[in-house]
């Protein structure tokens, strides 16, 4: 017996069991923990499938007003009491699995769900995102061939657009300048031609006079020409010495002749035809301004105005008809320089000094001249004032031969410029531009004479106003209806067609999303007939609501009307271009007959757009040849929609009023309709086998129990 007991424990077969078990027990162990994790995962994916389910399920409460409009925003009563229901459903009593045998189905110990309120359709993401997707299938079918056409048919660029409007804005502000300052020439010219006068006509004919040839020796009543002095100064003395003698009494006509030299001697005569004072403070006032110099003239001055002219010039060859209405400097300096010559020669304060040389007239300037011939009359010294007479008209004729004439010629150029700026072709085409222009701004602002038709919008607007207020948006404001001045309507129609090209080349990639939003609201608050300029129901809210996501304005009809103008300034600007002006215009003429006719054409467009059937042939961009792309009024709000949809305070703006309509329309106020849910779930499971073994796995382990603990996010 102990020989067998020995045996089996010492044999070598023995061994062999010993082996096996240390082998099985690690693989048993193994798959022990492979079998709980394989229930832990398939427990998991129940749990995470139950809970997408339960989501789905209370999420599907969701509002049918908004779904009206293609959003989705929950509508129940108690989320977290139908999602606990929901989840045990699944795994309870009425479950699917009910009355099955499930080796891996968790115990649910509990199951809550919340909304997260930052996350409604208040939310910019949100609201984008619920609008992207659900149009960017049904986008692209609304938008149309007609878009994607015009799209596609451009051959131009911002480049091309820039330098047009350079072009037309220098050729409006250079025109407008040109009048500005021509009418300060004008005005030195008032003071120019009597100042000029002055030395070819009044000295000489009213202060110098025509030598007397007259055979009556008596003094008449009413000389004072310097010549009628000197021919009767013999008589005067004569008179005089018979006087002193008193020896003969004077006749009373002697006295009289003795009155009438005496009178003509007033200093007064000539003073008052010389006062050349009046004349030259005003011309430099005019022309540099007052304080202004040559090369520094103050604002609104006709030289500040001209160097303004040269400076748009700048040697560009579009602008070269334009040349022969342009003034240089030396205009401006000839008449500066003459004149002040001529006030230096001619201005009678300056003094003789205290010993004047009767002998040498020639020293003294015209003015102080005058006062020597006076000296000369007064000691009789007739030779000396026949030689101050000659030398004042010698000094004369310089003047009239530099001065003067330096002055006049530039005075010509000036006339000759100013009669070709305003030839009668050219006023008539300025004026037909002008009449134009103001029919177009009629026309548009006949909202003017129905917005009280439609005040009772103001209540609606105002209602729109605080529902964006509580979204925390920016509210409407009042647009402006006042007729611009023609170069800032041409400016503000450049600056919208810049817009309106620079969306064409972007498209489709740079404002895909807003393109899809912009879409929403033409597929849900788009633009309805009618489209009369002068019927109040085109102004009215109720058929233009999409007019008023996109410009946002609180006074009845103003939004309308905003749309009307910016269509008046893209066709303008279009029309202007499509008639070449990138080679420049054939002058003022030119000009004026492209204005014209650009305006005159948009009127036309415009006329078509809003009068039925509603709508014209477009090409801005095919300037030479092809067929236009047919166009009305919901393509033109897409455009100008897009355009201005490149900016993303824009944008936010425009989503504030969409959600305001969306809440006057459903009554659903959407800070109060989540649409984002977050359900959190805790569970177990008991394991089969070794507890310890599954602490090696993520997650916890309670005694024998792995615990699930599971959250999921749902939105719309």
Do not use: C
């Not at 480049?159 to 350079?166: C, K, L, M, S, W």
């Not at 996109?550 to 910016?566: I, P, S, W």
Request: glycine letters at 6%.
């Amino acid at each position: 017996m102990k020989r067998k007991v020995k045996r089996f424990f010492l044999k070598d077969n023995g061994s062999v069991s010993i082996y096996a078990i240390m082998i099985i027990l690690p693989i048993f162990l193994l798959n022990a923990l492979l079998i709980d994790t394989l229930r832990i995962l398939s427990a998991e994916r129940q749990i995470d499938s139950a809970m997408e389910t339960a989501l789905r399920s209370t999420m599907s409460q969701f509002s049918s007003d908004l779904a009206g409009v293609g959003l989705f925003a929950y509508d129940g009563n108690d989320a977290g009491g139908d999602f606990t229901t929901y989840m045990n459903d699944q795994f309870y009593s009425g479950s699917e699995l009910s009355g099955t045998q499930n080796l891996a189905r968790p115990s649910i110990t509990s199951a809550t769900a919340s909304f997260d309120n930052s996350r409604n359709l208040v939310d910019y993401d949100v609201f984008r995102h619920q609008v992207i997707e659900s149009m960017k299938y049904q986008a692209p079918v609304q938008m149309g061939k007609d878009l994607f056409e015009l799209l596609t048919g451009n051959d131009i660029s911002v480049e091309d657009v820039e330098e047009a409007e350079d072009l037309v804005e220098n050729y409006e502000e250079i025109l407008d300048l040109m009048k500005k300052r021509n009418a300060e020439i004008d005005e030195s010219i008032k003071q120019l031609n009597p100042y000029n006068k002055l030395i070819n006509e009044d000295i000489k004919n009213r202060v110098i006079g025509n030598p007397v040839s007259s055979d009556n020796e008596k003094i008449p009543k009413g000389i004072k020409t310097f010549n009628q002095l000197v021919f009767y100064l013999d008589r005067y003395q004569e008179l005089k010495e018979k006087e002193a003698d008193g020896e003969e009494e004077l006749s009373s006509s002697e006295e009289k002749e003795i009155d009438n030299y005496i009178a003509g001697i007033n200093a007064e005569i000539y003073k008052s035809v010389i006062d050349i004072e009046i004349y030259h403070n005003d011309i430099p006032t005019h022309l540099v301004g007052s304080g202004g110099e040559f090369t520094n003239p103050k604002s609104g001055s006709a030289k500040d105005y001209n160097d303004q002219i040269n400076e748009l010039m700048d040697g560009s060859d579009l602008l070269s008809e334009l040349e022969k209405f342009t003034l240089t400097d030396d205009f401006f300096k000839d008449i500066l320089d003459g004149t002040d010559a001529i006030y230096e020669k001619v201005r009678i304060d300056k003094s003789l000094g205290d010993n004047p040389n009767l002998s040498d007239p020639g020293q003294y300037s015209i003015g102080q001249l005058f006062a020597l011939f006076y000296i000369a009359i007064d000691s009789n010294n007739k030779t000396a004032a026949e030689i101050i007479i000659q030398s004042i008209e010698t000094k004369l004729n310089n003047l009239k031969e530099n001065q003067v004439k330096k002055i006049e010629d530039q005075m010509q150029k000036y006339d000759d410029l100013k009669k070709a700026l305003e030839n009668v072709d050219t006023q008539a085409e300025e004026e037909k531009a002008d009449e134009s222009f103001g029919s177009l701004w009629a026309e548009l602002n006949k909202y003017n004479d129905i917005k009280n038709q439609i005040s009772s919008d103001n209540q609606l607007y105002a209602e729109l106003d605080n529902i964006i207020a509580e979204y925390d948006g920016v509210t409407g404001t009042v647009g402006d209806t006042e007729e611009p001045s023609r170069l800032q309507f041409i400016k503000d129609a450049f600056d919208r067609f810049k817009e309106f090209v620079v969306f064409m080349q972007g498209f489709p990639t740079s404002v895909r999303n807003e393109l899809y939003i912009n879409e929403y609201i033409m597929a849900n608050y788009g633009s309805k007939e009618p489209y009369e300029i002068g019927a109040s129901e085109s102004y009215a809210f109720a058929t233009k609501k999409a007019q008023y996501i996109t410009y946002g304005y609180n006074v009845a009809g103003m939004n309308y009307f905003m749309f009307l103008k910016d269509i008046a300034l893209i066709l303008f600007v279009g029309n202007l271009i499509s008639q070449g002006i990138q080679g420049g215009f054939a002058g003022p003429l030119g000009f004026f007959k492209a204005l014209a006719g650009a305006i005159i054409t948009t009127a036309d467009q415009l006329e078509d757009l809003t009068e039925k059937p509603y709508k014209m042939d477009w090409n801005p961009f095919k300037m030479f040849g092809g067929t236009g792309v047919p166009m009305n009024m919901p393509m033109f709000l897409r455009i100008i929609m897009a355009m201005k949809s490149t900016s993303e305070p824009y944008n936010n703006e425009k989503m504030r009023r969409v959600q305001a309509v969306v809440t006057k329309e459903t009554g659903v106020n959407l800070n109060d309709k989540p649409s984002y849910i977050e359900g959190n779930v805790q569970g177990k499971l008991k394991l089969w086998f070794i507890p310890q073994l599954a602490e090696v796995l993520p997650g916890n382990v309670e005694g024998n129990y792995y615990i699930f603990e599971k959250r999921k996010v749902y939105s719309y």
